[in-house]
């Protein structure tokens, strides 16, 4: 028997394609509940758009742990090998807005939600291990330059290479961004990374500054420029298509993940800030170890229900796991939270994708928008109470991690060399035919903008290493005495000169 048409309360649609209507060509009745329903629906199926990270693709799968690392973490769901977690992972581009094309140049999104037993953990990172800016006061600022210009709509190489050339932080981000590996041929040949520290405490109370490394079984595939071009105007969908058809065939893909795991104690003496997220810590000072392997296999059954909804938050935690001080990750602590709120609704939490689906959720969160549980039915909204309601457990909390200083806008105090990693990338990581890319790809943009931002930006890349900035003054049509010139002033003398 086909199923019934009904409305959004389960009243039977008798009609379907006719309005109702005074007489057959008089005008639409206000009475046609069916219509207001269907139009109202209609004029509100478009949430806001993310303001980062908006159009993406995602599918379900598992994790797996593949190695003891109790050692270094209490959280449940590492606790033996060969556990495995229910997982929903959403790979994004950053900047591009919902229709952009997948294949632009971008760091591309990596989150993934674990449904642990002791509640969601998700870690939001990107497929590079370091990022742009390490203060979230730069954050809004940084992602104002990536989209359009308030006057003109348009993208503005000025306002892109204006705040970079300004944020001399920002190089080796842009190094890797402008490299091959800014245009990923899908998402399942790129690699994963918290690219923040965090904190894992063991039973002991014993912790660890670690990173994450998801690392592609796939094999790593970039795309050219020209490639990324031409793939642009054949399929502006290519990785959401190539993602969805790859798990609808049963080729799963897979990422095994790799832990760099760092005595806290040693963080403080370490050559580089390990808060730091535009640095790296070097493979050599830290070998990452195999503890786990994820694998999607199962695919939407709504984009919308299950992708678009999905709201993965950096500060949704399970003991033995927890944030750091690094300033960036404190902001998105609060920031990712809050945007789900705007976007999504105080009931965000509730929705199936990202309620959490192995532990019992139990607060005393009561009414809201679009509250479509029982709202805690009889049970009291408060605490302390003698009704039976929900306590805390004193055990699930981690110890905290010492703070100490006075209160003030300040820079970071570790000794800070801004460009002696993307120096080691240029030269010893990269081979001649990605620098020959990455300077025809710096060269590409960069020429659309101002000469003066152009000498600036120039001088950040010779002070990365001399034939860096030189190729790409070369390339711009910039002097390269002027470059060398600026490169010897400090950042702010460089700006005041170029202003």
């Known amino acids: 028997m086909a199923k019934k048409l009904t409305t959004g309360f389960g009243k039977p649609v008798d009609n379907d394609q006719n309005s109702q209507t005074a007489g057959p060509n008089g005008p639409v009745l206000m009475q046609d509940v069916h219509l207001l329903e269907k139009l109202g629906h209609f004029d509100r199926e478009r949430i806001p758009e993310r303001v980062v990270h908006a159009k993406g693709a995602g599918a379900h799968g598992y994790f797996e742990v593949t190695a003891d690392v109790t050692p270094y973490t209490k959280a449940a769901f590492l606790s033996e090998i060969g556990k495995k977690t229910e997982v929903f992972a959403r790979f994004s581009t950053v900047g591009g807005e919902k229709g952009s094309a997948d294949a632009e140049r971008d760091p591309r999104g990596f989150a993934i939600k674990f449904y642990t037993e002791e509640g969601n953990y998700d870690m939001t990172g990107n497929n590079t291990p370091v990022f742009f ?76 500054y670690v990173q994450y490394h998801f690392k592609t079984e796939q094999g790593i595939k970039n795309f050219t420029a020209a490639e ?20 609808e065939r049963g080729d799963f893909p897979v990422w095994r993940l790799e832990m760099q795991i760092m005595p806290v104690a040693e963080a403080e003496d370490y050559r580089f800030d390990v808060l730091d997220i535009t640095k790296v810590w070097p493979h050599a000072d830290y ?154 790809n ?22 990365v290493d001399p034939e860096y900035g030189t190729r790409v003054a070369e390339g711009v049509g910039v002097d390269v005495a002027e470059v060398k010139r600026l490169a010897a002033m400090s950042a702010e003398d460089r700006a005041a000169a170029t202003a």
């Open 287 to 440: 070998p990452p170890i195999v503890i786990g392997r994820m694998v999607l296999d199962r695919n939407p059954e709504n984009y919308f229900a299950e992708v678009e909804q999905s709201a993965f938050n950096p500060s949704n935690f399970v003991p033995g796991i927890g944030p750091s001080a690094d300033k960036m990750l404190q902001g998105r602590l609060f920031s990712y939270h809050d945007t789900h709120l705007h976007r999504l609704g105080t009931n965000y939490h509730l929705l199936p994708i990202n309620a959490p689906k192995n532990a019992p959720m139990a607060s005393y969160q009561r009414d809201g928008a679009m509250r479509h549980d029982a709202n805690g039915g009889d049970g009291p909204n408060y605490w302390p109470n003698s009704m039976g309601g929900p306590a805390p457990d004193p055990s699930s909390a981690d110890p905290g991690m010492p703070v100490t200083g006075a209160i003030g806008r300040t820079e970071y105090t570790h000794p800070n060399d801004d460009f002696v990693q993307p120096r080691a990338l240029f030269r010893d990581v990269m081979t001649a035919e990605d620098r020959d890319h990455l300077i025809s």
């Open 133 to 208: 800016i390490r203060d979230p006061l730069k954050f809004a600022d940084f992602i104002h330059t990536q989209k359009r210009n308030p006057k003109t709509n348009l993208k503005d190489p000025d306002m892109f290479w204006d705040f970079l050339s300004l944020t001399p932080e920002s190089v080796h981000q842009v190094t890797v961004l402008f490299s091959d590996r800014g245009t990923p041929a899908t998402y399942r040949n790129m690699n994963g990374y918290s690219s923040h520290s965090y904190v894992w405490t063991n039973a002991a109370g014993e912790q660890f």
């Open 228 to 247: 990324a071009d031409a793939m642009k105007a054949k399929d502006p969908d290519h990785a959401t298509r190539d993602l969805f058809e790859a798990i």
């Open 442 to 463: 710096i060269v590409g943009h960069l020429s659309n903008a101002q000469e003066r931002i152009r000498l600036r930006s120039c001088a950040v890349f010779y002070k």
